[in-house]
């Protein structure tokens, strides 16, 4: 009699796909362990954006601020990769 | 120091409710264990349909399935039951 | 960047079928919202029989009820299927 | 289907008063919200003392300090309230 | 690669405040046991006033019922202290 | 009144450092927050390393990756910026 709770940051995930979600999860653990759907909670939180940390900030901020690292690097390594 | 979650589906729990839910578990946990009621939380979460799984399924999905599958008993037995 | 909890009881599970939840729920995040397996955790707890409750009694307790009303059933549909 | 998780420290909690904890928040449920005991889940997690914090410290170090300051007041208090 | 929930009840809680959460419980995750800020999550959830409960109570009765203690008890004490 | 649930992988962090991590969430919360001590708690989990996941595979085989990816890397850049 499993639980699950699956927490995401709150983007405008459908109904649709929680469904999936929700079906997903069953089938992998009557295949992995034998349990019975019928006593296998799934519970989905949607966590707002500034209510999600990584890295130390809010996971806005922490997006931003990975893309700006992605793009100083290929900055780096243009000049080398170039003929 | 008790900690305790419930968490129901969100359909209409009123704040009266929530109030005899928060007395009657702390009332159940100085009983029993003879906690003490000022370190004792209890948090309730209402999760909306769609984000509660049962079955493999949303929890208005797997209400549907079950009512459907009482009534297919219900035919099925009846032939039997009645003189 | 996603947060899973799995909750099953302690019966044995192996450290395989842990990666093998590990694993699937993290595909499944993928597939389903598009996530990065970089920032999906998941967190397994095993909790003992005698913590997990169903049915209002520990979980052994509900599974030896529920086997006493299985074979109940049988017994009452037996006499009238058989020839 | 309601999921009902107790948090309490680990100090001897036994089997018995377990199935108390899982058979009383069941009938909360029941008879608050008219939940089916079938689809009510109840996780019990003891939690370690050196895990569990309040008012900054852990929790046993908590009890001490406030032995402490309950024999202070009585000091204070005993003097005034004697003939 | 820590996991943190926070709860509050939800009071006006800024978008600011948030990420000072998020910063300061990341920094002393690195500070006492050196773990990395990139693998570090932090979730903060705000519980509404009727969800949550203290000593038996929904909180803002909780809180109503401490003050008009501690009005008693200065009441008590009053006569005493006064010259 | 806040909860703070902290999960972090068990790896021999010592009753003092979780002393640490208590105080100073705590304090934190004092703070940014203005709460009070006597009312928040402060739970630890420690999880074992086969039952937390990230990547889609436990946190053991994570690392060893992380560290291969990185090995790969330094040979990657090791012709470019050496003289």
Redesign the interface.
């Known amino acids: 009699?499993?639980?699950?709770?699956?927490?995401?940051?709150r983007e405008g995930?459908t109904?649709k796909?929680?469904?999936?979600?929700?079906?997903?999860?069953?089938?992998?653990?009557v295949?992995?362990?034998d349990?019975s759907?019928?006593?296998?909670?799934?519970?989905?939180?949607?966590?707002a954006l500034?209510?999600?940390?990584?890295?130390?900030?809010?996971?806005e901020?922490y997006r931003r601020e990975a893309e700006d690292r992605l793009r100083h690097i290929g900055q780096l390594v243009e000049p080398?990769t170039e003929d």
Do not use: H, S
């Open positions: 009699m499993p639980y699950v709770n699956i927490k995401v940051t995930v109904a796909q929680k469904a999936e979600l929700i079906g997903g999860v069953t089938d992998l653990l295949r992995v362990l349990k759907p019928a006593t296998t909670f799934v519970v989905i939180d949607e966590v500034e209510d999600w940390g990584i890295g130390g900030v809010p996971v901020q080398i």
